[in-house]
């Protein structure tokens, strides 16, 4: 099992950038894919971002690539979303997610059921 923290989430106008970071400890962070994922009021847990565990595979979703950009460094135990040219639309909870499932070594993890450990989240807010 990982322990996940989220930071840097707050609230900004339409246009501006955030950068959220996650910090894990517990097991070897490297053994697993990272991702990022959010939540809006009455909505489902979407997919936003994912990285294998060596950082040589990414995806997004679609809502978010050219804007986002998801990376790590696995000797700090840390993750990272960039996100550039924010909308009203990317207000969420934000959450990191890890996991270890067999297929995440090769491909980033989109489903939420895919992962295993969860950070509380952060809070996000755009204003238009």
């Known amino acids: 099992q990982v322990q996940l923290v989220e930071s840097g989430g707050g609230l900004v106008p339409a246009g501006d950038s955030l950068r959220l970071s996650c910090a894990s400890s517990?097991?070897?962070?490297?053994?697993?894919?990272i991702g990022w994922l959010r939540q809006a009021p009455d909505m489902a847990r979407d997919f936003v971002a994912a990285?294998?565990?060596?950082?040589?595979?990414?995806g997004y979703a679609d809502s978010v690539k050219g804007r986002f950009t998801i990376s790590r460094d696995n000797a700090k135990n840390r993750m990272y979303l960039q996100m550039n040219s924010l909308k009203p639309e990317d207000t969420a909870v934000y959450y990191c997610?890890?996991?270890?499932?067999?297929?995440?070594?090769?491909?980033?993890?989109?489903?939420?059921?895919?992962?295993?450990?969860w950070g509380q989240g952060t809070q996000v807010n755009v204003s238009s």
């Open positions: 517990g097991r070897p962070f490297s053994l697993y894919a």
């Open positions: 990285i294998i565990w060596s950082g040589g595979k990414t």
């Open positions: 997610a890890a996991s270890n499932i067999g297929g995440s070594y090769y491909y980033p993890p989109r489903s939420p059921f895919e992962y295993a450990d």
